[in-house]
Every structure is written in C-alpha cells, then in structure tokens.
C-alpha cells in the first residue's frame, strides 16, 4: 500500500514533468499552468492521495475547459442538455429526479449520482454499476447513451471544432487545436476533479470549530455502533472523510433484482444486486437516494435498514437481523441519525462560485 | 596555507580509504516477499472460491467466505548476531487478490528466525494510519478505536436450514464501550515462522488455514456467534486464542 501510493506520487511527479517538458520543447507561446487539486486538510491528514491520471495533469486551462464543456448543451444532439442538466451544482451535481430523463424524455433506470471527491475513489470504479473504469472514461458514455445526451462523438466534436471559442480552448489547454473525444472528455474530469466537498459541520467539528448537540453526537454513536446502525462498515467514519468505502453491496434493497448492477457488469451472478456505496456528504441536497432513486427522504432510507431489508442470495452479510428486516432502530434513534447524517451537509460546497455556470 | 590544505587533502584520504575497507566488509543485503496464501484445511483458497457455501468448520456448520482481509506488522528477523525489526504494516486483502508484499528494506544475507505481528500492537493501532483510513479499516472510538486486525465475512446455513450472515471481525479486546473503554488483554499476537535460510531475494509463503479460525482450541458454533461480534469481548479472545493456530510457513523460494 506504501508503495502503491509512492507510485502514484512518481507517476504524477513526472506526468508534470513531462507535461512541462512538451510544453517548452514545442516552444509555444501558451504553456498550460498546472494547477493542482487544493486538497484539505481533512483529507491529507487521514487518507491517501487523490488519483491523477499521469497523462493527464490539473492544468488551469484545463479545468476551466472542462468547465465550460460540463454547462455546455453543445454535447448533447439536439442542444438542449448538458452534463449539468442531471448533475446540477445546487443539488450536489446531481439532480432531484428518481431517474433523470434524456433528451428525448425517456428516463434512464438509475439515479443520477451526486458528483464531488472523485480524485480519492481509489478504486476508480465509477458509476453505480463500476462500469466505467476512469473518470476520463465515464464522461464518454453519456454523451451518447440514448437515453441520456443521445449525441454522437464525431459530431460533437465536428460542432466543437467548428465552434468559434473551443479550438482556441483546447490549444491553451492541450497545445493542440485539434478537438478529440479523449481530450474532451479529459478537460471535463479535470473539472470534475476540483469538486471537493469538505467543509460540512462534521468536518469543522473534527477540527474543533464546530459544536455538535447532544442528538447528532448520539446520532454519530448509533452510527458507529455494530449493535445499532452499523453504518461503518461501508460508509466510512471520521478518519475516513470521504464517508463512503467506494466499494459494491446488495444492501438489501429487493429479493429479486430487475438491475443486476454490478452483475451486469462483471458476469458474475455473485455481483447480482450490488451498487457503489455513495458517500453521505450533502445528503441534503441529492434526494432522491438510492440507485433508482426510490427513496424520497431520509426517514425512508433509515427505515429501510431499520426494519425494511430484504434477503437475496448476494446480500451482503455486512447487513444484520435481516431475518427481522434489519437492525431496529428506536424512533429517536433514526431521528438522532439523520440528525448526525444532515451534519456532513456541505453548503460552501454548493455556493462554491467556481462550480457554477 | 599549504599546510593546511595538506592536513584537509589526508584527511580526506584517509575517509575515503576508511569508507573503502567498510564497503569490503558489508554483506550482502537482500530482499525478502511475504506471500499470504489461503486454505480450508489444505484446500487452497482464492478469491474466485469465495461466494459459494462450500466449506465445513469443525462444529460442522456449513458456510461462505465473501470479504477476507486483514492487517500484517512488525517483521522481525533474528539470529545470533543481530535483530532487525521491519516497524511495518500491510493490509492483506484476498478479496481483491492484494496478498503480497516486499519490504522497502534489505537484510542482509543469513539464517534468521521469523516473525510478524497479526493484527497491530497497542503502539501502531493507537497511530492514525491514513491507508488503512482509506480502506475504512477503522473501529469505532465507541470501541476503543484503531483498527481491525481482520475483517472475515460470508454466510453460513444456521439452525433453522437459512442461508445467515457472519461478520468474523477481530479487534482489540474492550470492554466498558465508550469513553473510557478499558482493554482486558491484548489480542494482536506473534507469528512465529521458524528459521529461514536468506541467501538471496527471498519470497517467504505464509500459509493461513481459515479453518482453523473455527477450531482449536475452542469450537466456534456460527449459529451462537456470528454478527456484532466486534463489542463482545469473549468472542474476541475466542479468536485471539484460535488465531495462534493459523498460520503456518510455506514454501521458500
């Protein structure tokens, strides 16, 4: 693991610098500045470093492309929608809809996920399924899933090109004019790298600048108590601030699944009914919850593992009394939780005016 | 002046003969692998057999393994001449096939005994050790805080013929959970590997037989204890006491 993230260190130092060397050799007159993630001090002091792709470094040109490219309706084929249109800043970049509906109206089957702290899903699985295997390779998807921005590559990037800004754009950022797919879809992870959410009232409570009140510090214990919520086990705790393990579980959620998840995915019947853990920071601001977004509140999703799972050959055995429907909570003890859960609400995150349009 | 210079050019030499004679001296510094391995009682164990209920323990209840991972610590390499403590840990985690891993530091070249820790000891589980916080090894402050030693999971048929999940966490032993938690006993223990011959780049196989983590010396009966175990004291020095029949040493190439 030390040397894992010592490679990562390596591999990161000389994509800089051999980013900076292209630069210079080519002697061109824009050189993109690197600009790398501001990583908080929550999360250097507990986790690891963020992943960045070695070929492909923060650059502030980069980001502010990708920014641009995330709020733009040119990705998609009739204009009319962009990344941000489901993954909306004020709702944590995702959006209030159970499924989000395309261009065309038709809804997709999953829920848009919430979009922030991506540099530190190790894993690098993304998407509720762990479909896609980078950041740089999830962005290419939704562009043209039919049921999504319905677009196609070629003529995205035809409309890029001929777009009076982008190949200006693309030059500051990449040193070349020439629009591709890759480097489209590389100018928008940067972007969606920089969203970091880590100044909730848990975090500033970690760093004795916040009082908790009685109920959430309780809400916190029932959290981190295996003989009460048991939450932990997947969804992290404060020496993890991401509040999410990134990793896949049937959580009980169907006896009998109509989306396998990661099933899909891998082939293996023994992934049937398994979706990525989402973090709980901003809880408050991405309803619907769950992959399908068919739990309205939060009272609905505690309920649920109160005394609302329900048994499948993948279950995961993390999920206790599941003979009683789960681990029965008291009602003031779901009331303190969800207290505790709103406490990870991050509004500087949402109000960031580098994240808006 | 020249004196002076003089003076500095020999002792100059002299460091430079001095450093000479030590580099002829050295050893050999070599490096060594840990290579974890698995079974159920000599049937070897991967990630591709988890998932299925297919092992029997030893009070005969039928079960899964679906997540194995666990923390490894404090290589000692010992013999007559010298200790070398490796002040290390290594999260071996078999459900996503990491299980082994070499050392940053050489040893040099001859016959030691072998040791490492299972699980962490008081000094290093009391540290904030931020890759195991990324891989949310975490136990709660409610518990004692720092870290699991090993988190075994998977399901087993219990006495009503269901299919039932077990959660076989260890930890450190607590007792009076909260605040001012108090330890009854440690429950990190030494693996001892016996003497091994290192002459050269080594990789050193540490067999585990899970089986054993349900045997000896005390039946472990899944139907009495298999979840929330980690705030159960008795269960946790049940599995430090059935953890020191575990390990073995395989093969050494």
Redesign the interface.
């Known amino acids: 693991m030390l040397t894992n993230k010592g490679t990562r260190h390596i591999i990161f130092f000389f994509g800089l610098l051999i980013l900076n060397y292209n630069c210079s050799s080519d002697d061109r007159t824009h050189i993109p500045k690197l600009q790398p993630l501001e990583i908080p001090e929550i999360f250097s002091d507990n986790i690891i470093d963020p992943i960045i792709p070695s070929d492909n470094p923060q650059t502030k040109e980069g980001i502010a492309l990708g920014k641009r490219l995330f709020f733009d309706n040119i990705l998609s084929a009739n204009g009319t929608k962009s990344c941000a249109s489901c993954h909306s800043p004020q709702n944590a970049f995702t959006d209030n809809a159970p499924t989000s509906l395309g261009i065309d109206g038709i809804a997709g089957t999953r829920n848009s996920m919430p979009l922030f702290n991506m540099a530190w899903n190790y894993n690098e699985r993304f998407n509720w399924d762990g479909k896609a295997l980078s950041l740089e390779t999830q962005a290419i998807e939704p562009v043209e899933n039919p049921i999504e921005l319905h677009s196609d590559w070629d003529n995205v990037v035809a409309r890029l090109q001929a777009h009076p800004d982008y190949p200006e754009l693309f030059d500051l950022a990449f040193n070349t004019p020439t629009i591709t797919k890759e480097l489209t879809t590389k100018a928008i992870s940067q972007f969606e790298r920089t969203l970091i959410s880590a100044n909730s009232k848990f975090d500033n409570y970690l760093q004795n600048q916040a009082v908790l009140s009685p109920q959430e510090l309780n809400g916190l214990d029932i959290f981190m108590r295996e003989d009460k919520g048991d939450c932990f086990h997947c969804h992290g705790n404060p020496n993890n601030p991401l509040w999410t393990d990134n990793d896949f579980h049937n959580n009980g959620l169907d006896s009998q699944f109509t989306d396998l998840g990661l099933g899909a995915v891998t082939g293996d019947p023994s992934d049937n009914g398994k979706f990525k853990s989402p973090s709980l920071r901003n809880l408050a601001y991405s309803p619907p919850y769950m992959h399908d977004g068919r739990f309205s509140t939060l009272d609905e999703v505690i309920n649920h593992y109160s005394e609302g799972l329900q048994n499948s050959p993948t279950i995961d055995p993390l999920m206790k009394k599941v003979d009683e429907g789960g681990v029965q909570l008291t009602d003031q003890e779901k009331a303190d939780l969800k207290l505790f859960l709103l406490t990870l609400t991050d509004p500087s995150f949402i109000a960031n005016p580098d994240f808006q349009n | 002046m020249k004196k002076i210079l003089a003076l500095l050019g020999l002792i100059v030499l002299v460091l430079y003969s001095c450093g000479e004679d030590n580099d002829d001296n050295q050893e050999p510094q070599v490096y060594t692998t840990f290579e974890f391995t698995h079974n159920w009682d000599g049937t070897l164990i991967t990630s591709i057999n988890?998932?299925?209920i297919q092992y029997i323990n030893e009070n005969g209840d039928l079960l899964s393994i679906?997540?194995l991972r666990y923390v490894v610590s404090d290589i000692i390499f010992s013999n007559e001449e010298r200790t070398i403590e490796l002040d290390?840990y290594?999260?071996i985690d078999v459900t996503n096939n990491d299980m082994s891993?070499?050392p940053?530091e050489p040893v040099p070249t001859g016959t030691y005994n072998v040791s490492f820790t299972f699980g962490l000891d008081n000094e290093d589980n009391s540290e904030?050790l931020?890759?195991l916080?990324?891989?949310?090894f975490?136990v709660?402050?409610?518990?004692g805080g720092g870290y699991h030693y090993m988190q075994l999971?998977?399901?087993f048929i219990n006495s009503s013929m269901?299919?039932?999940?077990?959660?076989y966490?260890a930890i450190r032993a607590v007792e009076n959970l909260g605040p001012n938690a108090t330890f009854p006993q440690d429950t990190f223990f030494s693996v001892d590997l016996g003497n091994i011959v290192i002459n050269d780049n080594v990789e050193v196989e540490v067999e585990m037989n899970i089986a054993e983590w349900f045997k000896t010396p005390n039946l472990w009966d899944l139907n009495e204890l298999n979840?929330?175990?980690?705030?159960n004291t008795s269960a946790q020095i049940l599995m430090y006491q059935n953890g020191q029949n575990v390990f073995s040493l395989g093969n050494v190439n």
Do not use: C, V, W
């Open positions: 988890f998932n299925a679906e997540r290390i290594n999260l891993f070499t940053q904030n931020i890759d916080n990324s891989e949310s975490n709660p402050d409610n518990l999971d998977g399901k269901e299919e039932q999940g077990y959660n966490h979840q929330m175990l980690m705030p």
